[in-house]
């Protein structure tokens, strides 16, 4: 089992040695715990810029299930800026000059190296996007909501205690709340759970 991880402080300085748009891409794998190959093939099309809210399709999701994640904080300020930088000509979020970005690895080893990380691999990025989440009070449920995992022994293959999380001030990346309420997380395709942040329980309205 891999205990690779990233504290946020080794991202950020990770980044310096990328260029903008894949640095973008480190940023947002971190923040969101998504895996790189689904956020590689993110589209303009499944950014609800109103709503404030990125839907991934269940046909780009490695467990075939869409989900949903809210664009606050730090990944605001990361598709603010690839939205400045889009191309009428390209669709995705995330390109290299137009076209889709490949493989990574070798940019992503010599960055590594740069800042004395040498064996990280690109991965790690996920599994420390659910330890910041976890350690920073978001509940595992709401967690795997985001992230995609379906059950919270695929957690602990990350090596993280889910059941024991620290509460604690979310992060600018958890949904924001109204009158002490959990504000519903836009949803696309097949209904996905809601969480309460505080109690980790399902709601009672019978959601699956």
């Known amino acids: 089992m891999r205990r690779g991880f990233f504290s946020r402080e080794q991202v950020d300085a990770l980044c310096q040695h990328l260029s903008e748009v894949h640095a973008d891409l480190v940023r947002f794998l971190f923040w969101s715990a998504w895996r790189v190959g689904e956020a590689r093939r993110l589209e303009w099309r499944h950014y609800f810029r109103d709503e404030g809210v990125i839907r991934l399709p269940a046909e780009f999701s490695k467990n075939k299930q869409p989900r949903a994640i809210p664009v606050l904080g730090e990944l605001a300020s990361v598709i603010e800026r690839r939205w400045k930088a889009r191309r009428l000509d390209c669709a995705r979020i995330f390109h290299a000059d137009g076209k889709l970005i490949g493989d990574i690895r070798k940019r992503w080893a010599t960055a590594c190296r740069a800042i004395g990380l040498e064996g990280q691999i690109v991965h790690d990025l996920r599994r420390s996007g659910v330890k910041h989440l976890i350690d920073s009070g978001v509940d595992p449920h709401t967690t795997m909501a985001f992230s995609g995992h379906r059950t ?57």
């Open 152 to 208: 919270p022994s695929m957690l602990r293959r990350y090596h993280i205690a889910v059941s024991h999380h620290r509460p604690g001030r979310p992060p600018r990346c958890a949904p924001r709340t109204t009158a002490g309420r959990e504000r519903p997380l836009p949803q696309s395709g097949r209904e996905q759970p809601h969480f309460s942040h505080t109690t980790g329980k399902k709601p009672r309205d019978g959601a699956p």
